[in-house]
């Protein structure tokens, strides 16, 4: 069982950064591929960056070059950098851990809210 607990949230004005973590807790961190979703109001929820247990990232087209995924393995955590950030950017922020190596099994965490507005 793993569960995932998502903080660093909140409003900024455009143009301003904000870090997202994500904390998980379970067994086997390094196993999972880890992701941050995003949902805007009225908007089905995209994925906006994922990272593979060896390093690997990729990227929804619209935040490449702003934003920045990275994992921490010392403390099972998952960051999300966000910089220049925009009005079409706010929405509330998931984190995601999938797991691969066998039947495939997602978790989500509860979501975290990121306004950006001047």
């Known amino acids: 069982q793993v569960e995932l607990a998502e903080s660093g949230g909140g409003l900024v004005q455009p143009g301003e950064s904000l870090r997202l973590a994500c904390g998980f807790l379970g067994r086997s961190f390094s196993t999972y591929v880890m992701g941050w979703y995003r949902q805007a109001p009225g908007k089905q929820r995209e994925l906006v960056a994922q990272?593979?247990?060896?390093?690997?990232?990729n990227y929804v087209d619209s935040v490449k070059g702003r934003f920045t995924i990275s994992r921490d393995v010392s403390s099972n955590t998952v960051y999300l950098q966000m910089s220049s950030l925009k009005p079409e950017d706010t929405a509330v922020y998931y984190c995601?851990?999938?797991?691969?190596?066998?039947?495939?099994?997602?978790?989500w965490g509860q979501g975290t809210q990121v306004t950006v507005s001047s």
């Open positions: 990272i593979t247990g060896g390093g690997g990232t």
């Open positions: 995601n851990a999938k797991y691969i190596l066998g039947p495939v099994r997602n978790y």
